[in-house]
T-cell receptor, first 114, second 115 residues
Framework: DAKTTQPNSMESNEEEPVHLPCNHS???????IHWYRQLPSQGPEYVIH???SNVNNRMASLAIAEDRKSSTLILHRATLRDAAVYYC???????????????FGKGTSLLVTP | SQTIHQWPATLVQPVGSPLSLECTVE??????LYWYRQAAGRGLQLLFY??????ISSEVPQNLSASRPQDRQFILSSKKLLLSDSGFYLC??????????????FGPGTRLLVL
């Protein structure tokens, strides 16, 4: 899978929107962009994924750049419960081995302050 | 709805002792199952995955092994634990054919400390 780059940490105030960036300049045409998050002492949790178009679900929105070299996870109104490490992951069917593992990098640690 | 269970939640074991961690999934059939490990301050690393009963693929050579005796049961084992086996062990499941859209669902994890 292609590589992603995320800031190590970000901080937000409670009830404000949060924009978490992810750069993936080597993305291929068949790579899907996935976001997971991991709350403290818990297993990762799926957030959202997309290919080309922007996506919305009950948890967040995913904005994908037109050239697909970057994307942004948007939490519309951060709560204290959103404090977690957010992982941006690219997934491709390219080879049979890469399809099975989620390649978690270091992610972005989001701190939400009251 | 589907749920995934892992036990025990925490475990403290001496070096050289055996290990058995269990993962079960409810509410789905023929899931793909995964074992990941997260060492302190590091990312998640895939250890094993299984697409069916008795079918186990290993991603990282080590002193751990995995088994899938039943469709929705996945077991992680070791005959002799090493200090480096300490970490947070996560089981995950997914359904369907391998696709780039596949979503994996993780269990609550087992925190293992080897002393």
């Amino acid at each position: 899978d292609a590589k992603t780059t995320q800031p190590n940490s970000m901080e937000s105030n409670e009830e404000e929107p949060v924009h978490l960036p992810c750069n993936h300049s080597t993305i291929s045409g068949t790579d899907y962009i996935h976001w997971y998050r991991q709350l403290p002492s818990q297993g990762p949790e799926y957030v959202i994924h997309g290919l080309t178009s922007n996506v919305n679900n009950r948890m967040a929105s995913l904005a994908i750049a037109e050239d697909r070299k970057s994307s942004t996870l948007i939490l519309h109104r951060a709560t204290l419960r959103d404090a977690a490490v957010y992982y941006c992951i690219l997934r491709d069917i390219g080879n049979s081995n890469s399809g099975y593992a989620l390649n978690f990098g270091k992610g972005t640690s989001l701190l939400v302050t009251p | 709805s589907q749920t995934i269970h892992q036990w025990p939640a925490t475990l403290v074991q001496p070096v050289g002792s055996p290990l058995s961690l269990e993962c079960t999934v409810e509410g789905t059939s023929n899931p793909n199952l995964y074992w990941y490990r997260q060492a302190a301050g590091r990312g998640l690393q895939l250890l094993f995955y299984s697409v069916g009963i008795g079918q186990i693929s290993s991603e990282v050579p080590q002193n751990l092994s995995a088994s899938r005796p039943q469709d929705r049961q996945f077991i992680l084992s070791s005959k002799k634990l090493l200090l480096s086996d300490s970490g947070f062990y996560l089981c995950a499941w997914s359904v369907g054919l391998q696709t780039p859209q596949e979503t994996q669902y993780f269990g609550p994890g087992t925190r293992l400390l080897v002393l």
